[in-house]
């Protein structure tokens, strides 16, 4: 589908503007509260690096917090959360405080597999007395925030496990896995509720995306292999039935649907660098969306590789922003499907961006080793931050910082009025999960630290698991 807008503002070469100039190095030991799984207790250093020693810089530690959050950021139901918090995937928490400086208060084993995709991210119950964590070996975890195991569950999924994200909807969480089968677990105990196993879903090869969940329906993309395609289904969370689905995707997609409720869409991305985007709630077909796809043909020619998009649309505004393959980052117009504005990177994008709809403002993180603000209106750069690896994990924006996971094995605090380096949290391995705040705390997930994984004239061996973390601030 041909764009009919051509405005393209923001055409990126490689300087970049606004990123901390001045480095200061502050290495705190953090104690490790609570192990996990493997069942020793090891110690992750915490690196704090920006313009204050004491970390406590600009919006990070000095922002003040948002007394309410609205249901345009989070959901309708009170005790429903989804990965990025809401429906329209905002990740955006202004009621959430990034402290000044952190440590890691706990962390336990979680992710053993080398498969490449972002890790599943932790999601809290609405009130926040638990946590979810979904494991790449077919593990779920329940943890308190005080680091106390609460249950783990080991589901069929034991090949490559999680990479999507629970939805959680009162006392029951919902999650699909690598297996292509969908679960619904209870939230206070572990035990399984029901299982839509992959035969009953015409033969899922896996289901990477997390669910999303409205008016008794949870609606998840699901992947399949021969032919490399994908489907929406609508699915009763109640019983687990099938209601729905439309099959027209092709290329296996990983990223979760989006629901604007105000648009009146539903919508998603693949692997054929499409958006697809539905009415909402009738679920009747509108429009596509085509990136610049000018790989080679798949499917005796049903698409084009070379525009993948692997992340998640967050929906702002009557409009939905999303990263491809091809390099650009887009602002598509949620009515029609047109191209609004395109912003050109150096790099491929993979990662979920964050919006603070407040001050139209979209956060993007990029395979460049750059996180991006940008307009969310004009799609001008407002600035960029250097974070030293590729970005494709989802952002959390709060009341000051932004939030991002990096290839270089950090946990990065922005400034997100400047930039600005707050902090970054050294841990063993590349973190690709959403860092997902808390009560003061923030929750995250890397992947397995891995020797000789790119050389294939060398075994592969795992060289440490990839762990869970939950970060305080330091008193």
Not at 92 to 98: G, I
Request: glycine share 12%; aromatic share 12%.
């Amino acid at each position: 589908m041909e764009s009919t807008k051509q405005f393209s503002p923001s055409r990126r070469t490689r300087e970049h503007s606004g990123a901390a100039t001045r480095r200061h190095f502050l290495r705190v030991s953090g104690a490790v509260a609570v192990t996990g799984l493997a069942g020793c207790a090891d110690t992750v250093n915490n690196l704090v690096d920006g313009d204050d020693p004491d970390g406590a810089d600009g919006g990070c530690g000095s922002a003040k917090p948002a007394d309410t959050v609205s249901e345009y950021a989070t959901h309708p139901d009170e005790d429903v959360s989804l990965f990025c918090r809401g429906l329209r995937r905002l990740g955006y928490y202004p009621d959430e405080v990034v402290p000044g400086s952190v440590s890691v208060n706990w962390t336990f084993p979680i992710n053993y597999v080398g498969h490449t995709a972002a890790k599943s991210s932790p999601v809290p119950t609405s009130v926040g007395e638990t946590i979810l964590f979904a494991g790449d070996t077919g593990w779920v975890h329940a943890y308190a925030p005080d680091g106390e195991k609460r249950w783990s569950t080991r589901t069929g999924a034991t090949e490559l496990g999680f990479h999507g994200s629970a939805a959680i909807v009162g006392d029951t969480a919902y999650i699909g896995g690598y297996d292509g089968d969908l679960y619904a677990l209870d939230i206070e105990t572990g035990d399984l509720v029901w299982r839509i196993r992959s035969d009953e879903l015409e033969g899922t090869l896996a289901i990477g995306s997390s669910p999303a969940y409205y008016d008794g329906t949870l609606y998840v993309i699901a992947e399949y292999g021969s032919p490399s395609s994908g489907a929406l289904w609508a699915i009763d969370a109640e019983t687990g039935e099938p209601t729905w689905k439309d099959d027209r995707i092709w290329g296996q997609p990983h990223p979760s649907p989006t629901i604007d409720l105000e648009a009146g869409r539903i919508f998603a991305g693949s692997n054929d660098g499409v958006v697809y985007c539905w009415e909402f709630p009738s679920l009747e077909f509108a429009w596509e969306f085509q990136a610049e796809a000018d790989g080679e043909e798949q499917e005796d020619g049903a698409f084009r590789a070379g525009a993948e998009i692997k992340g998640t649309v967050a929906a702002h505004d009557g409009f939905g922003y999303v990263g491809s393959w091809d390099n650009n980052f887009y602002c598509i117009d949620l009515e029609d499907g047109t191209e609004e504005w395109a912003f050109e990177t150096d790099g491929s994008i993979m990662s979920n961006p964050a919006v603070d709809p407040e001050e139209d403002v979209v956060y993007m993180g990029n395979d460049d080793g750059y996180v991006y603000a940008i307009e969310a209106k004009s799609g001008e750069e407002i600035w960029s931050s250097d974070v030293n690896g590729r970005v494709i994990g989802a952002l959390s924006v709060t009341a000051g910082s932004v939030l991002a996971g990096s290839y270089d094995s950090h946990l990065y605090a922005l400034d997100k009025e400047t930039g600005d380096r707050c902090w970054r949290v050294e841990n063993r391995g590349r973190v690709t999960s959403a860092p997902v705040p808390v009560d003061g705390r923030i929750y995250y997930a890397e992947r397995a630290v891995f020797s000789n994984y790119y050389d294939d004239d060398e075994e592969t061996v795992m060289d440490e698991p990839g762990h869970a973390y939950c970060l305080v601030g330091d008193e």
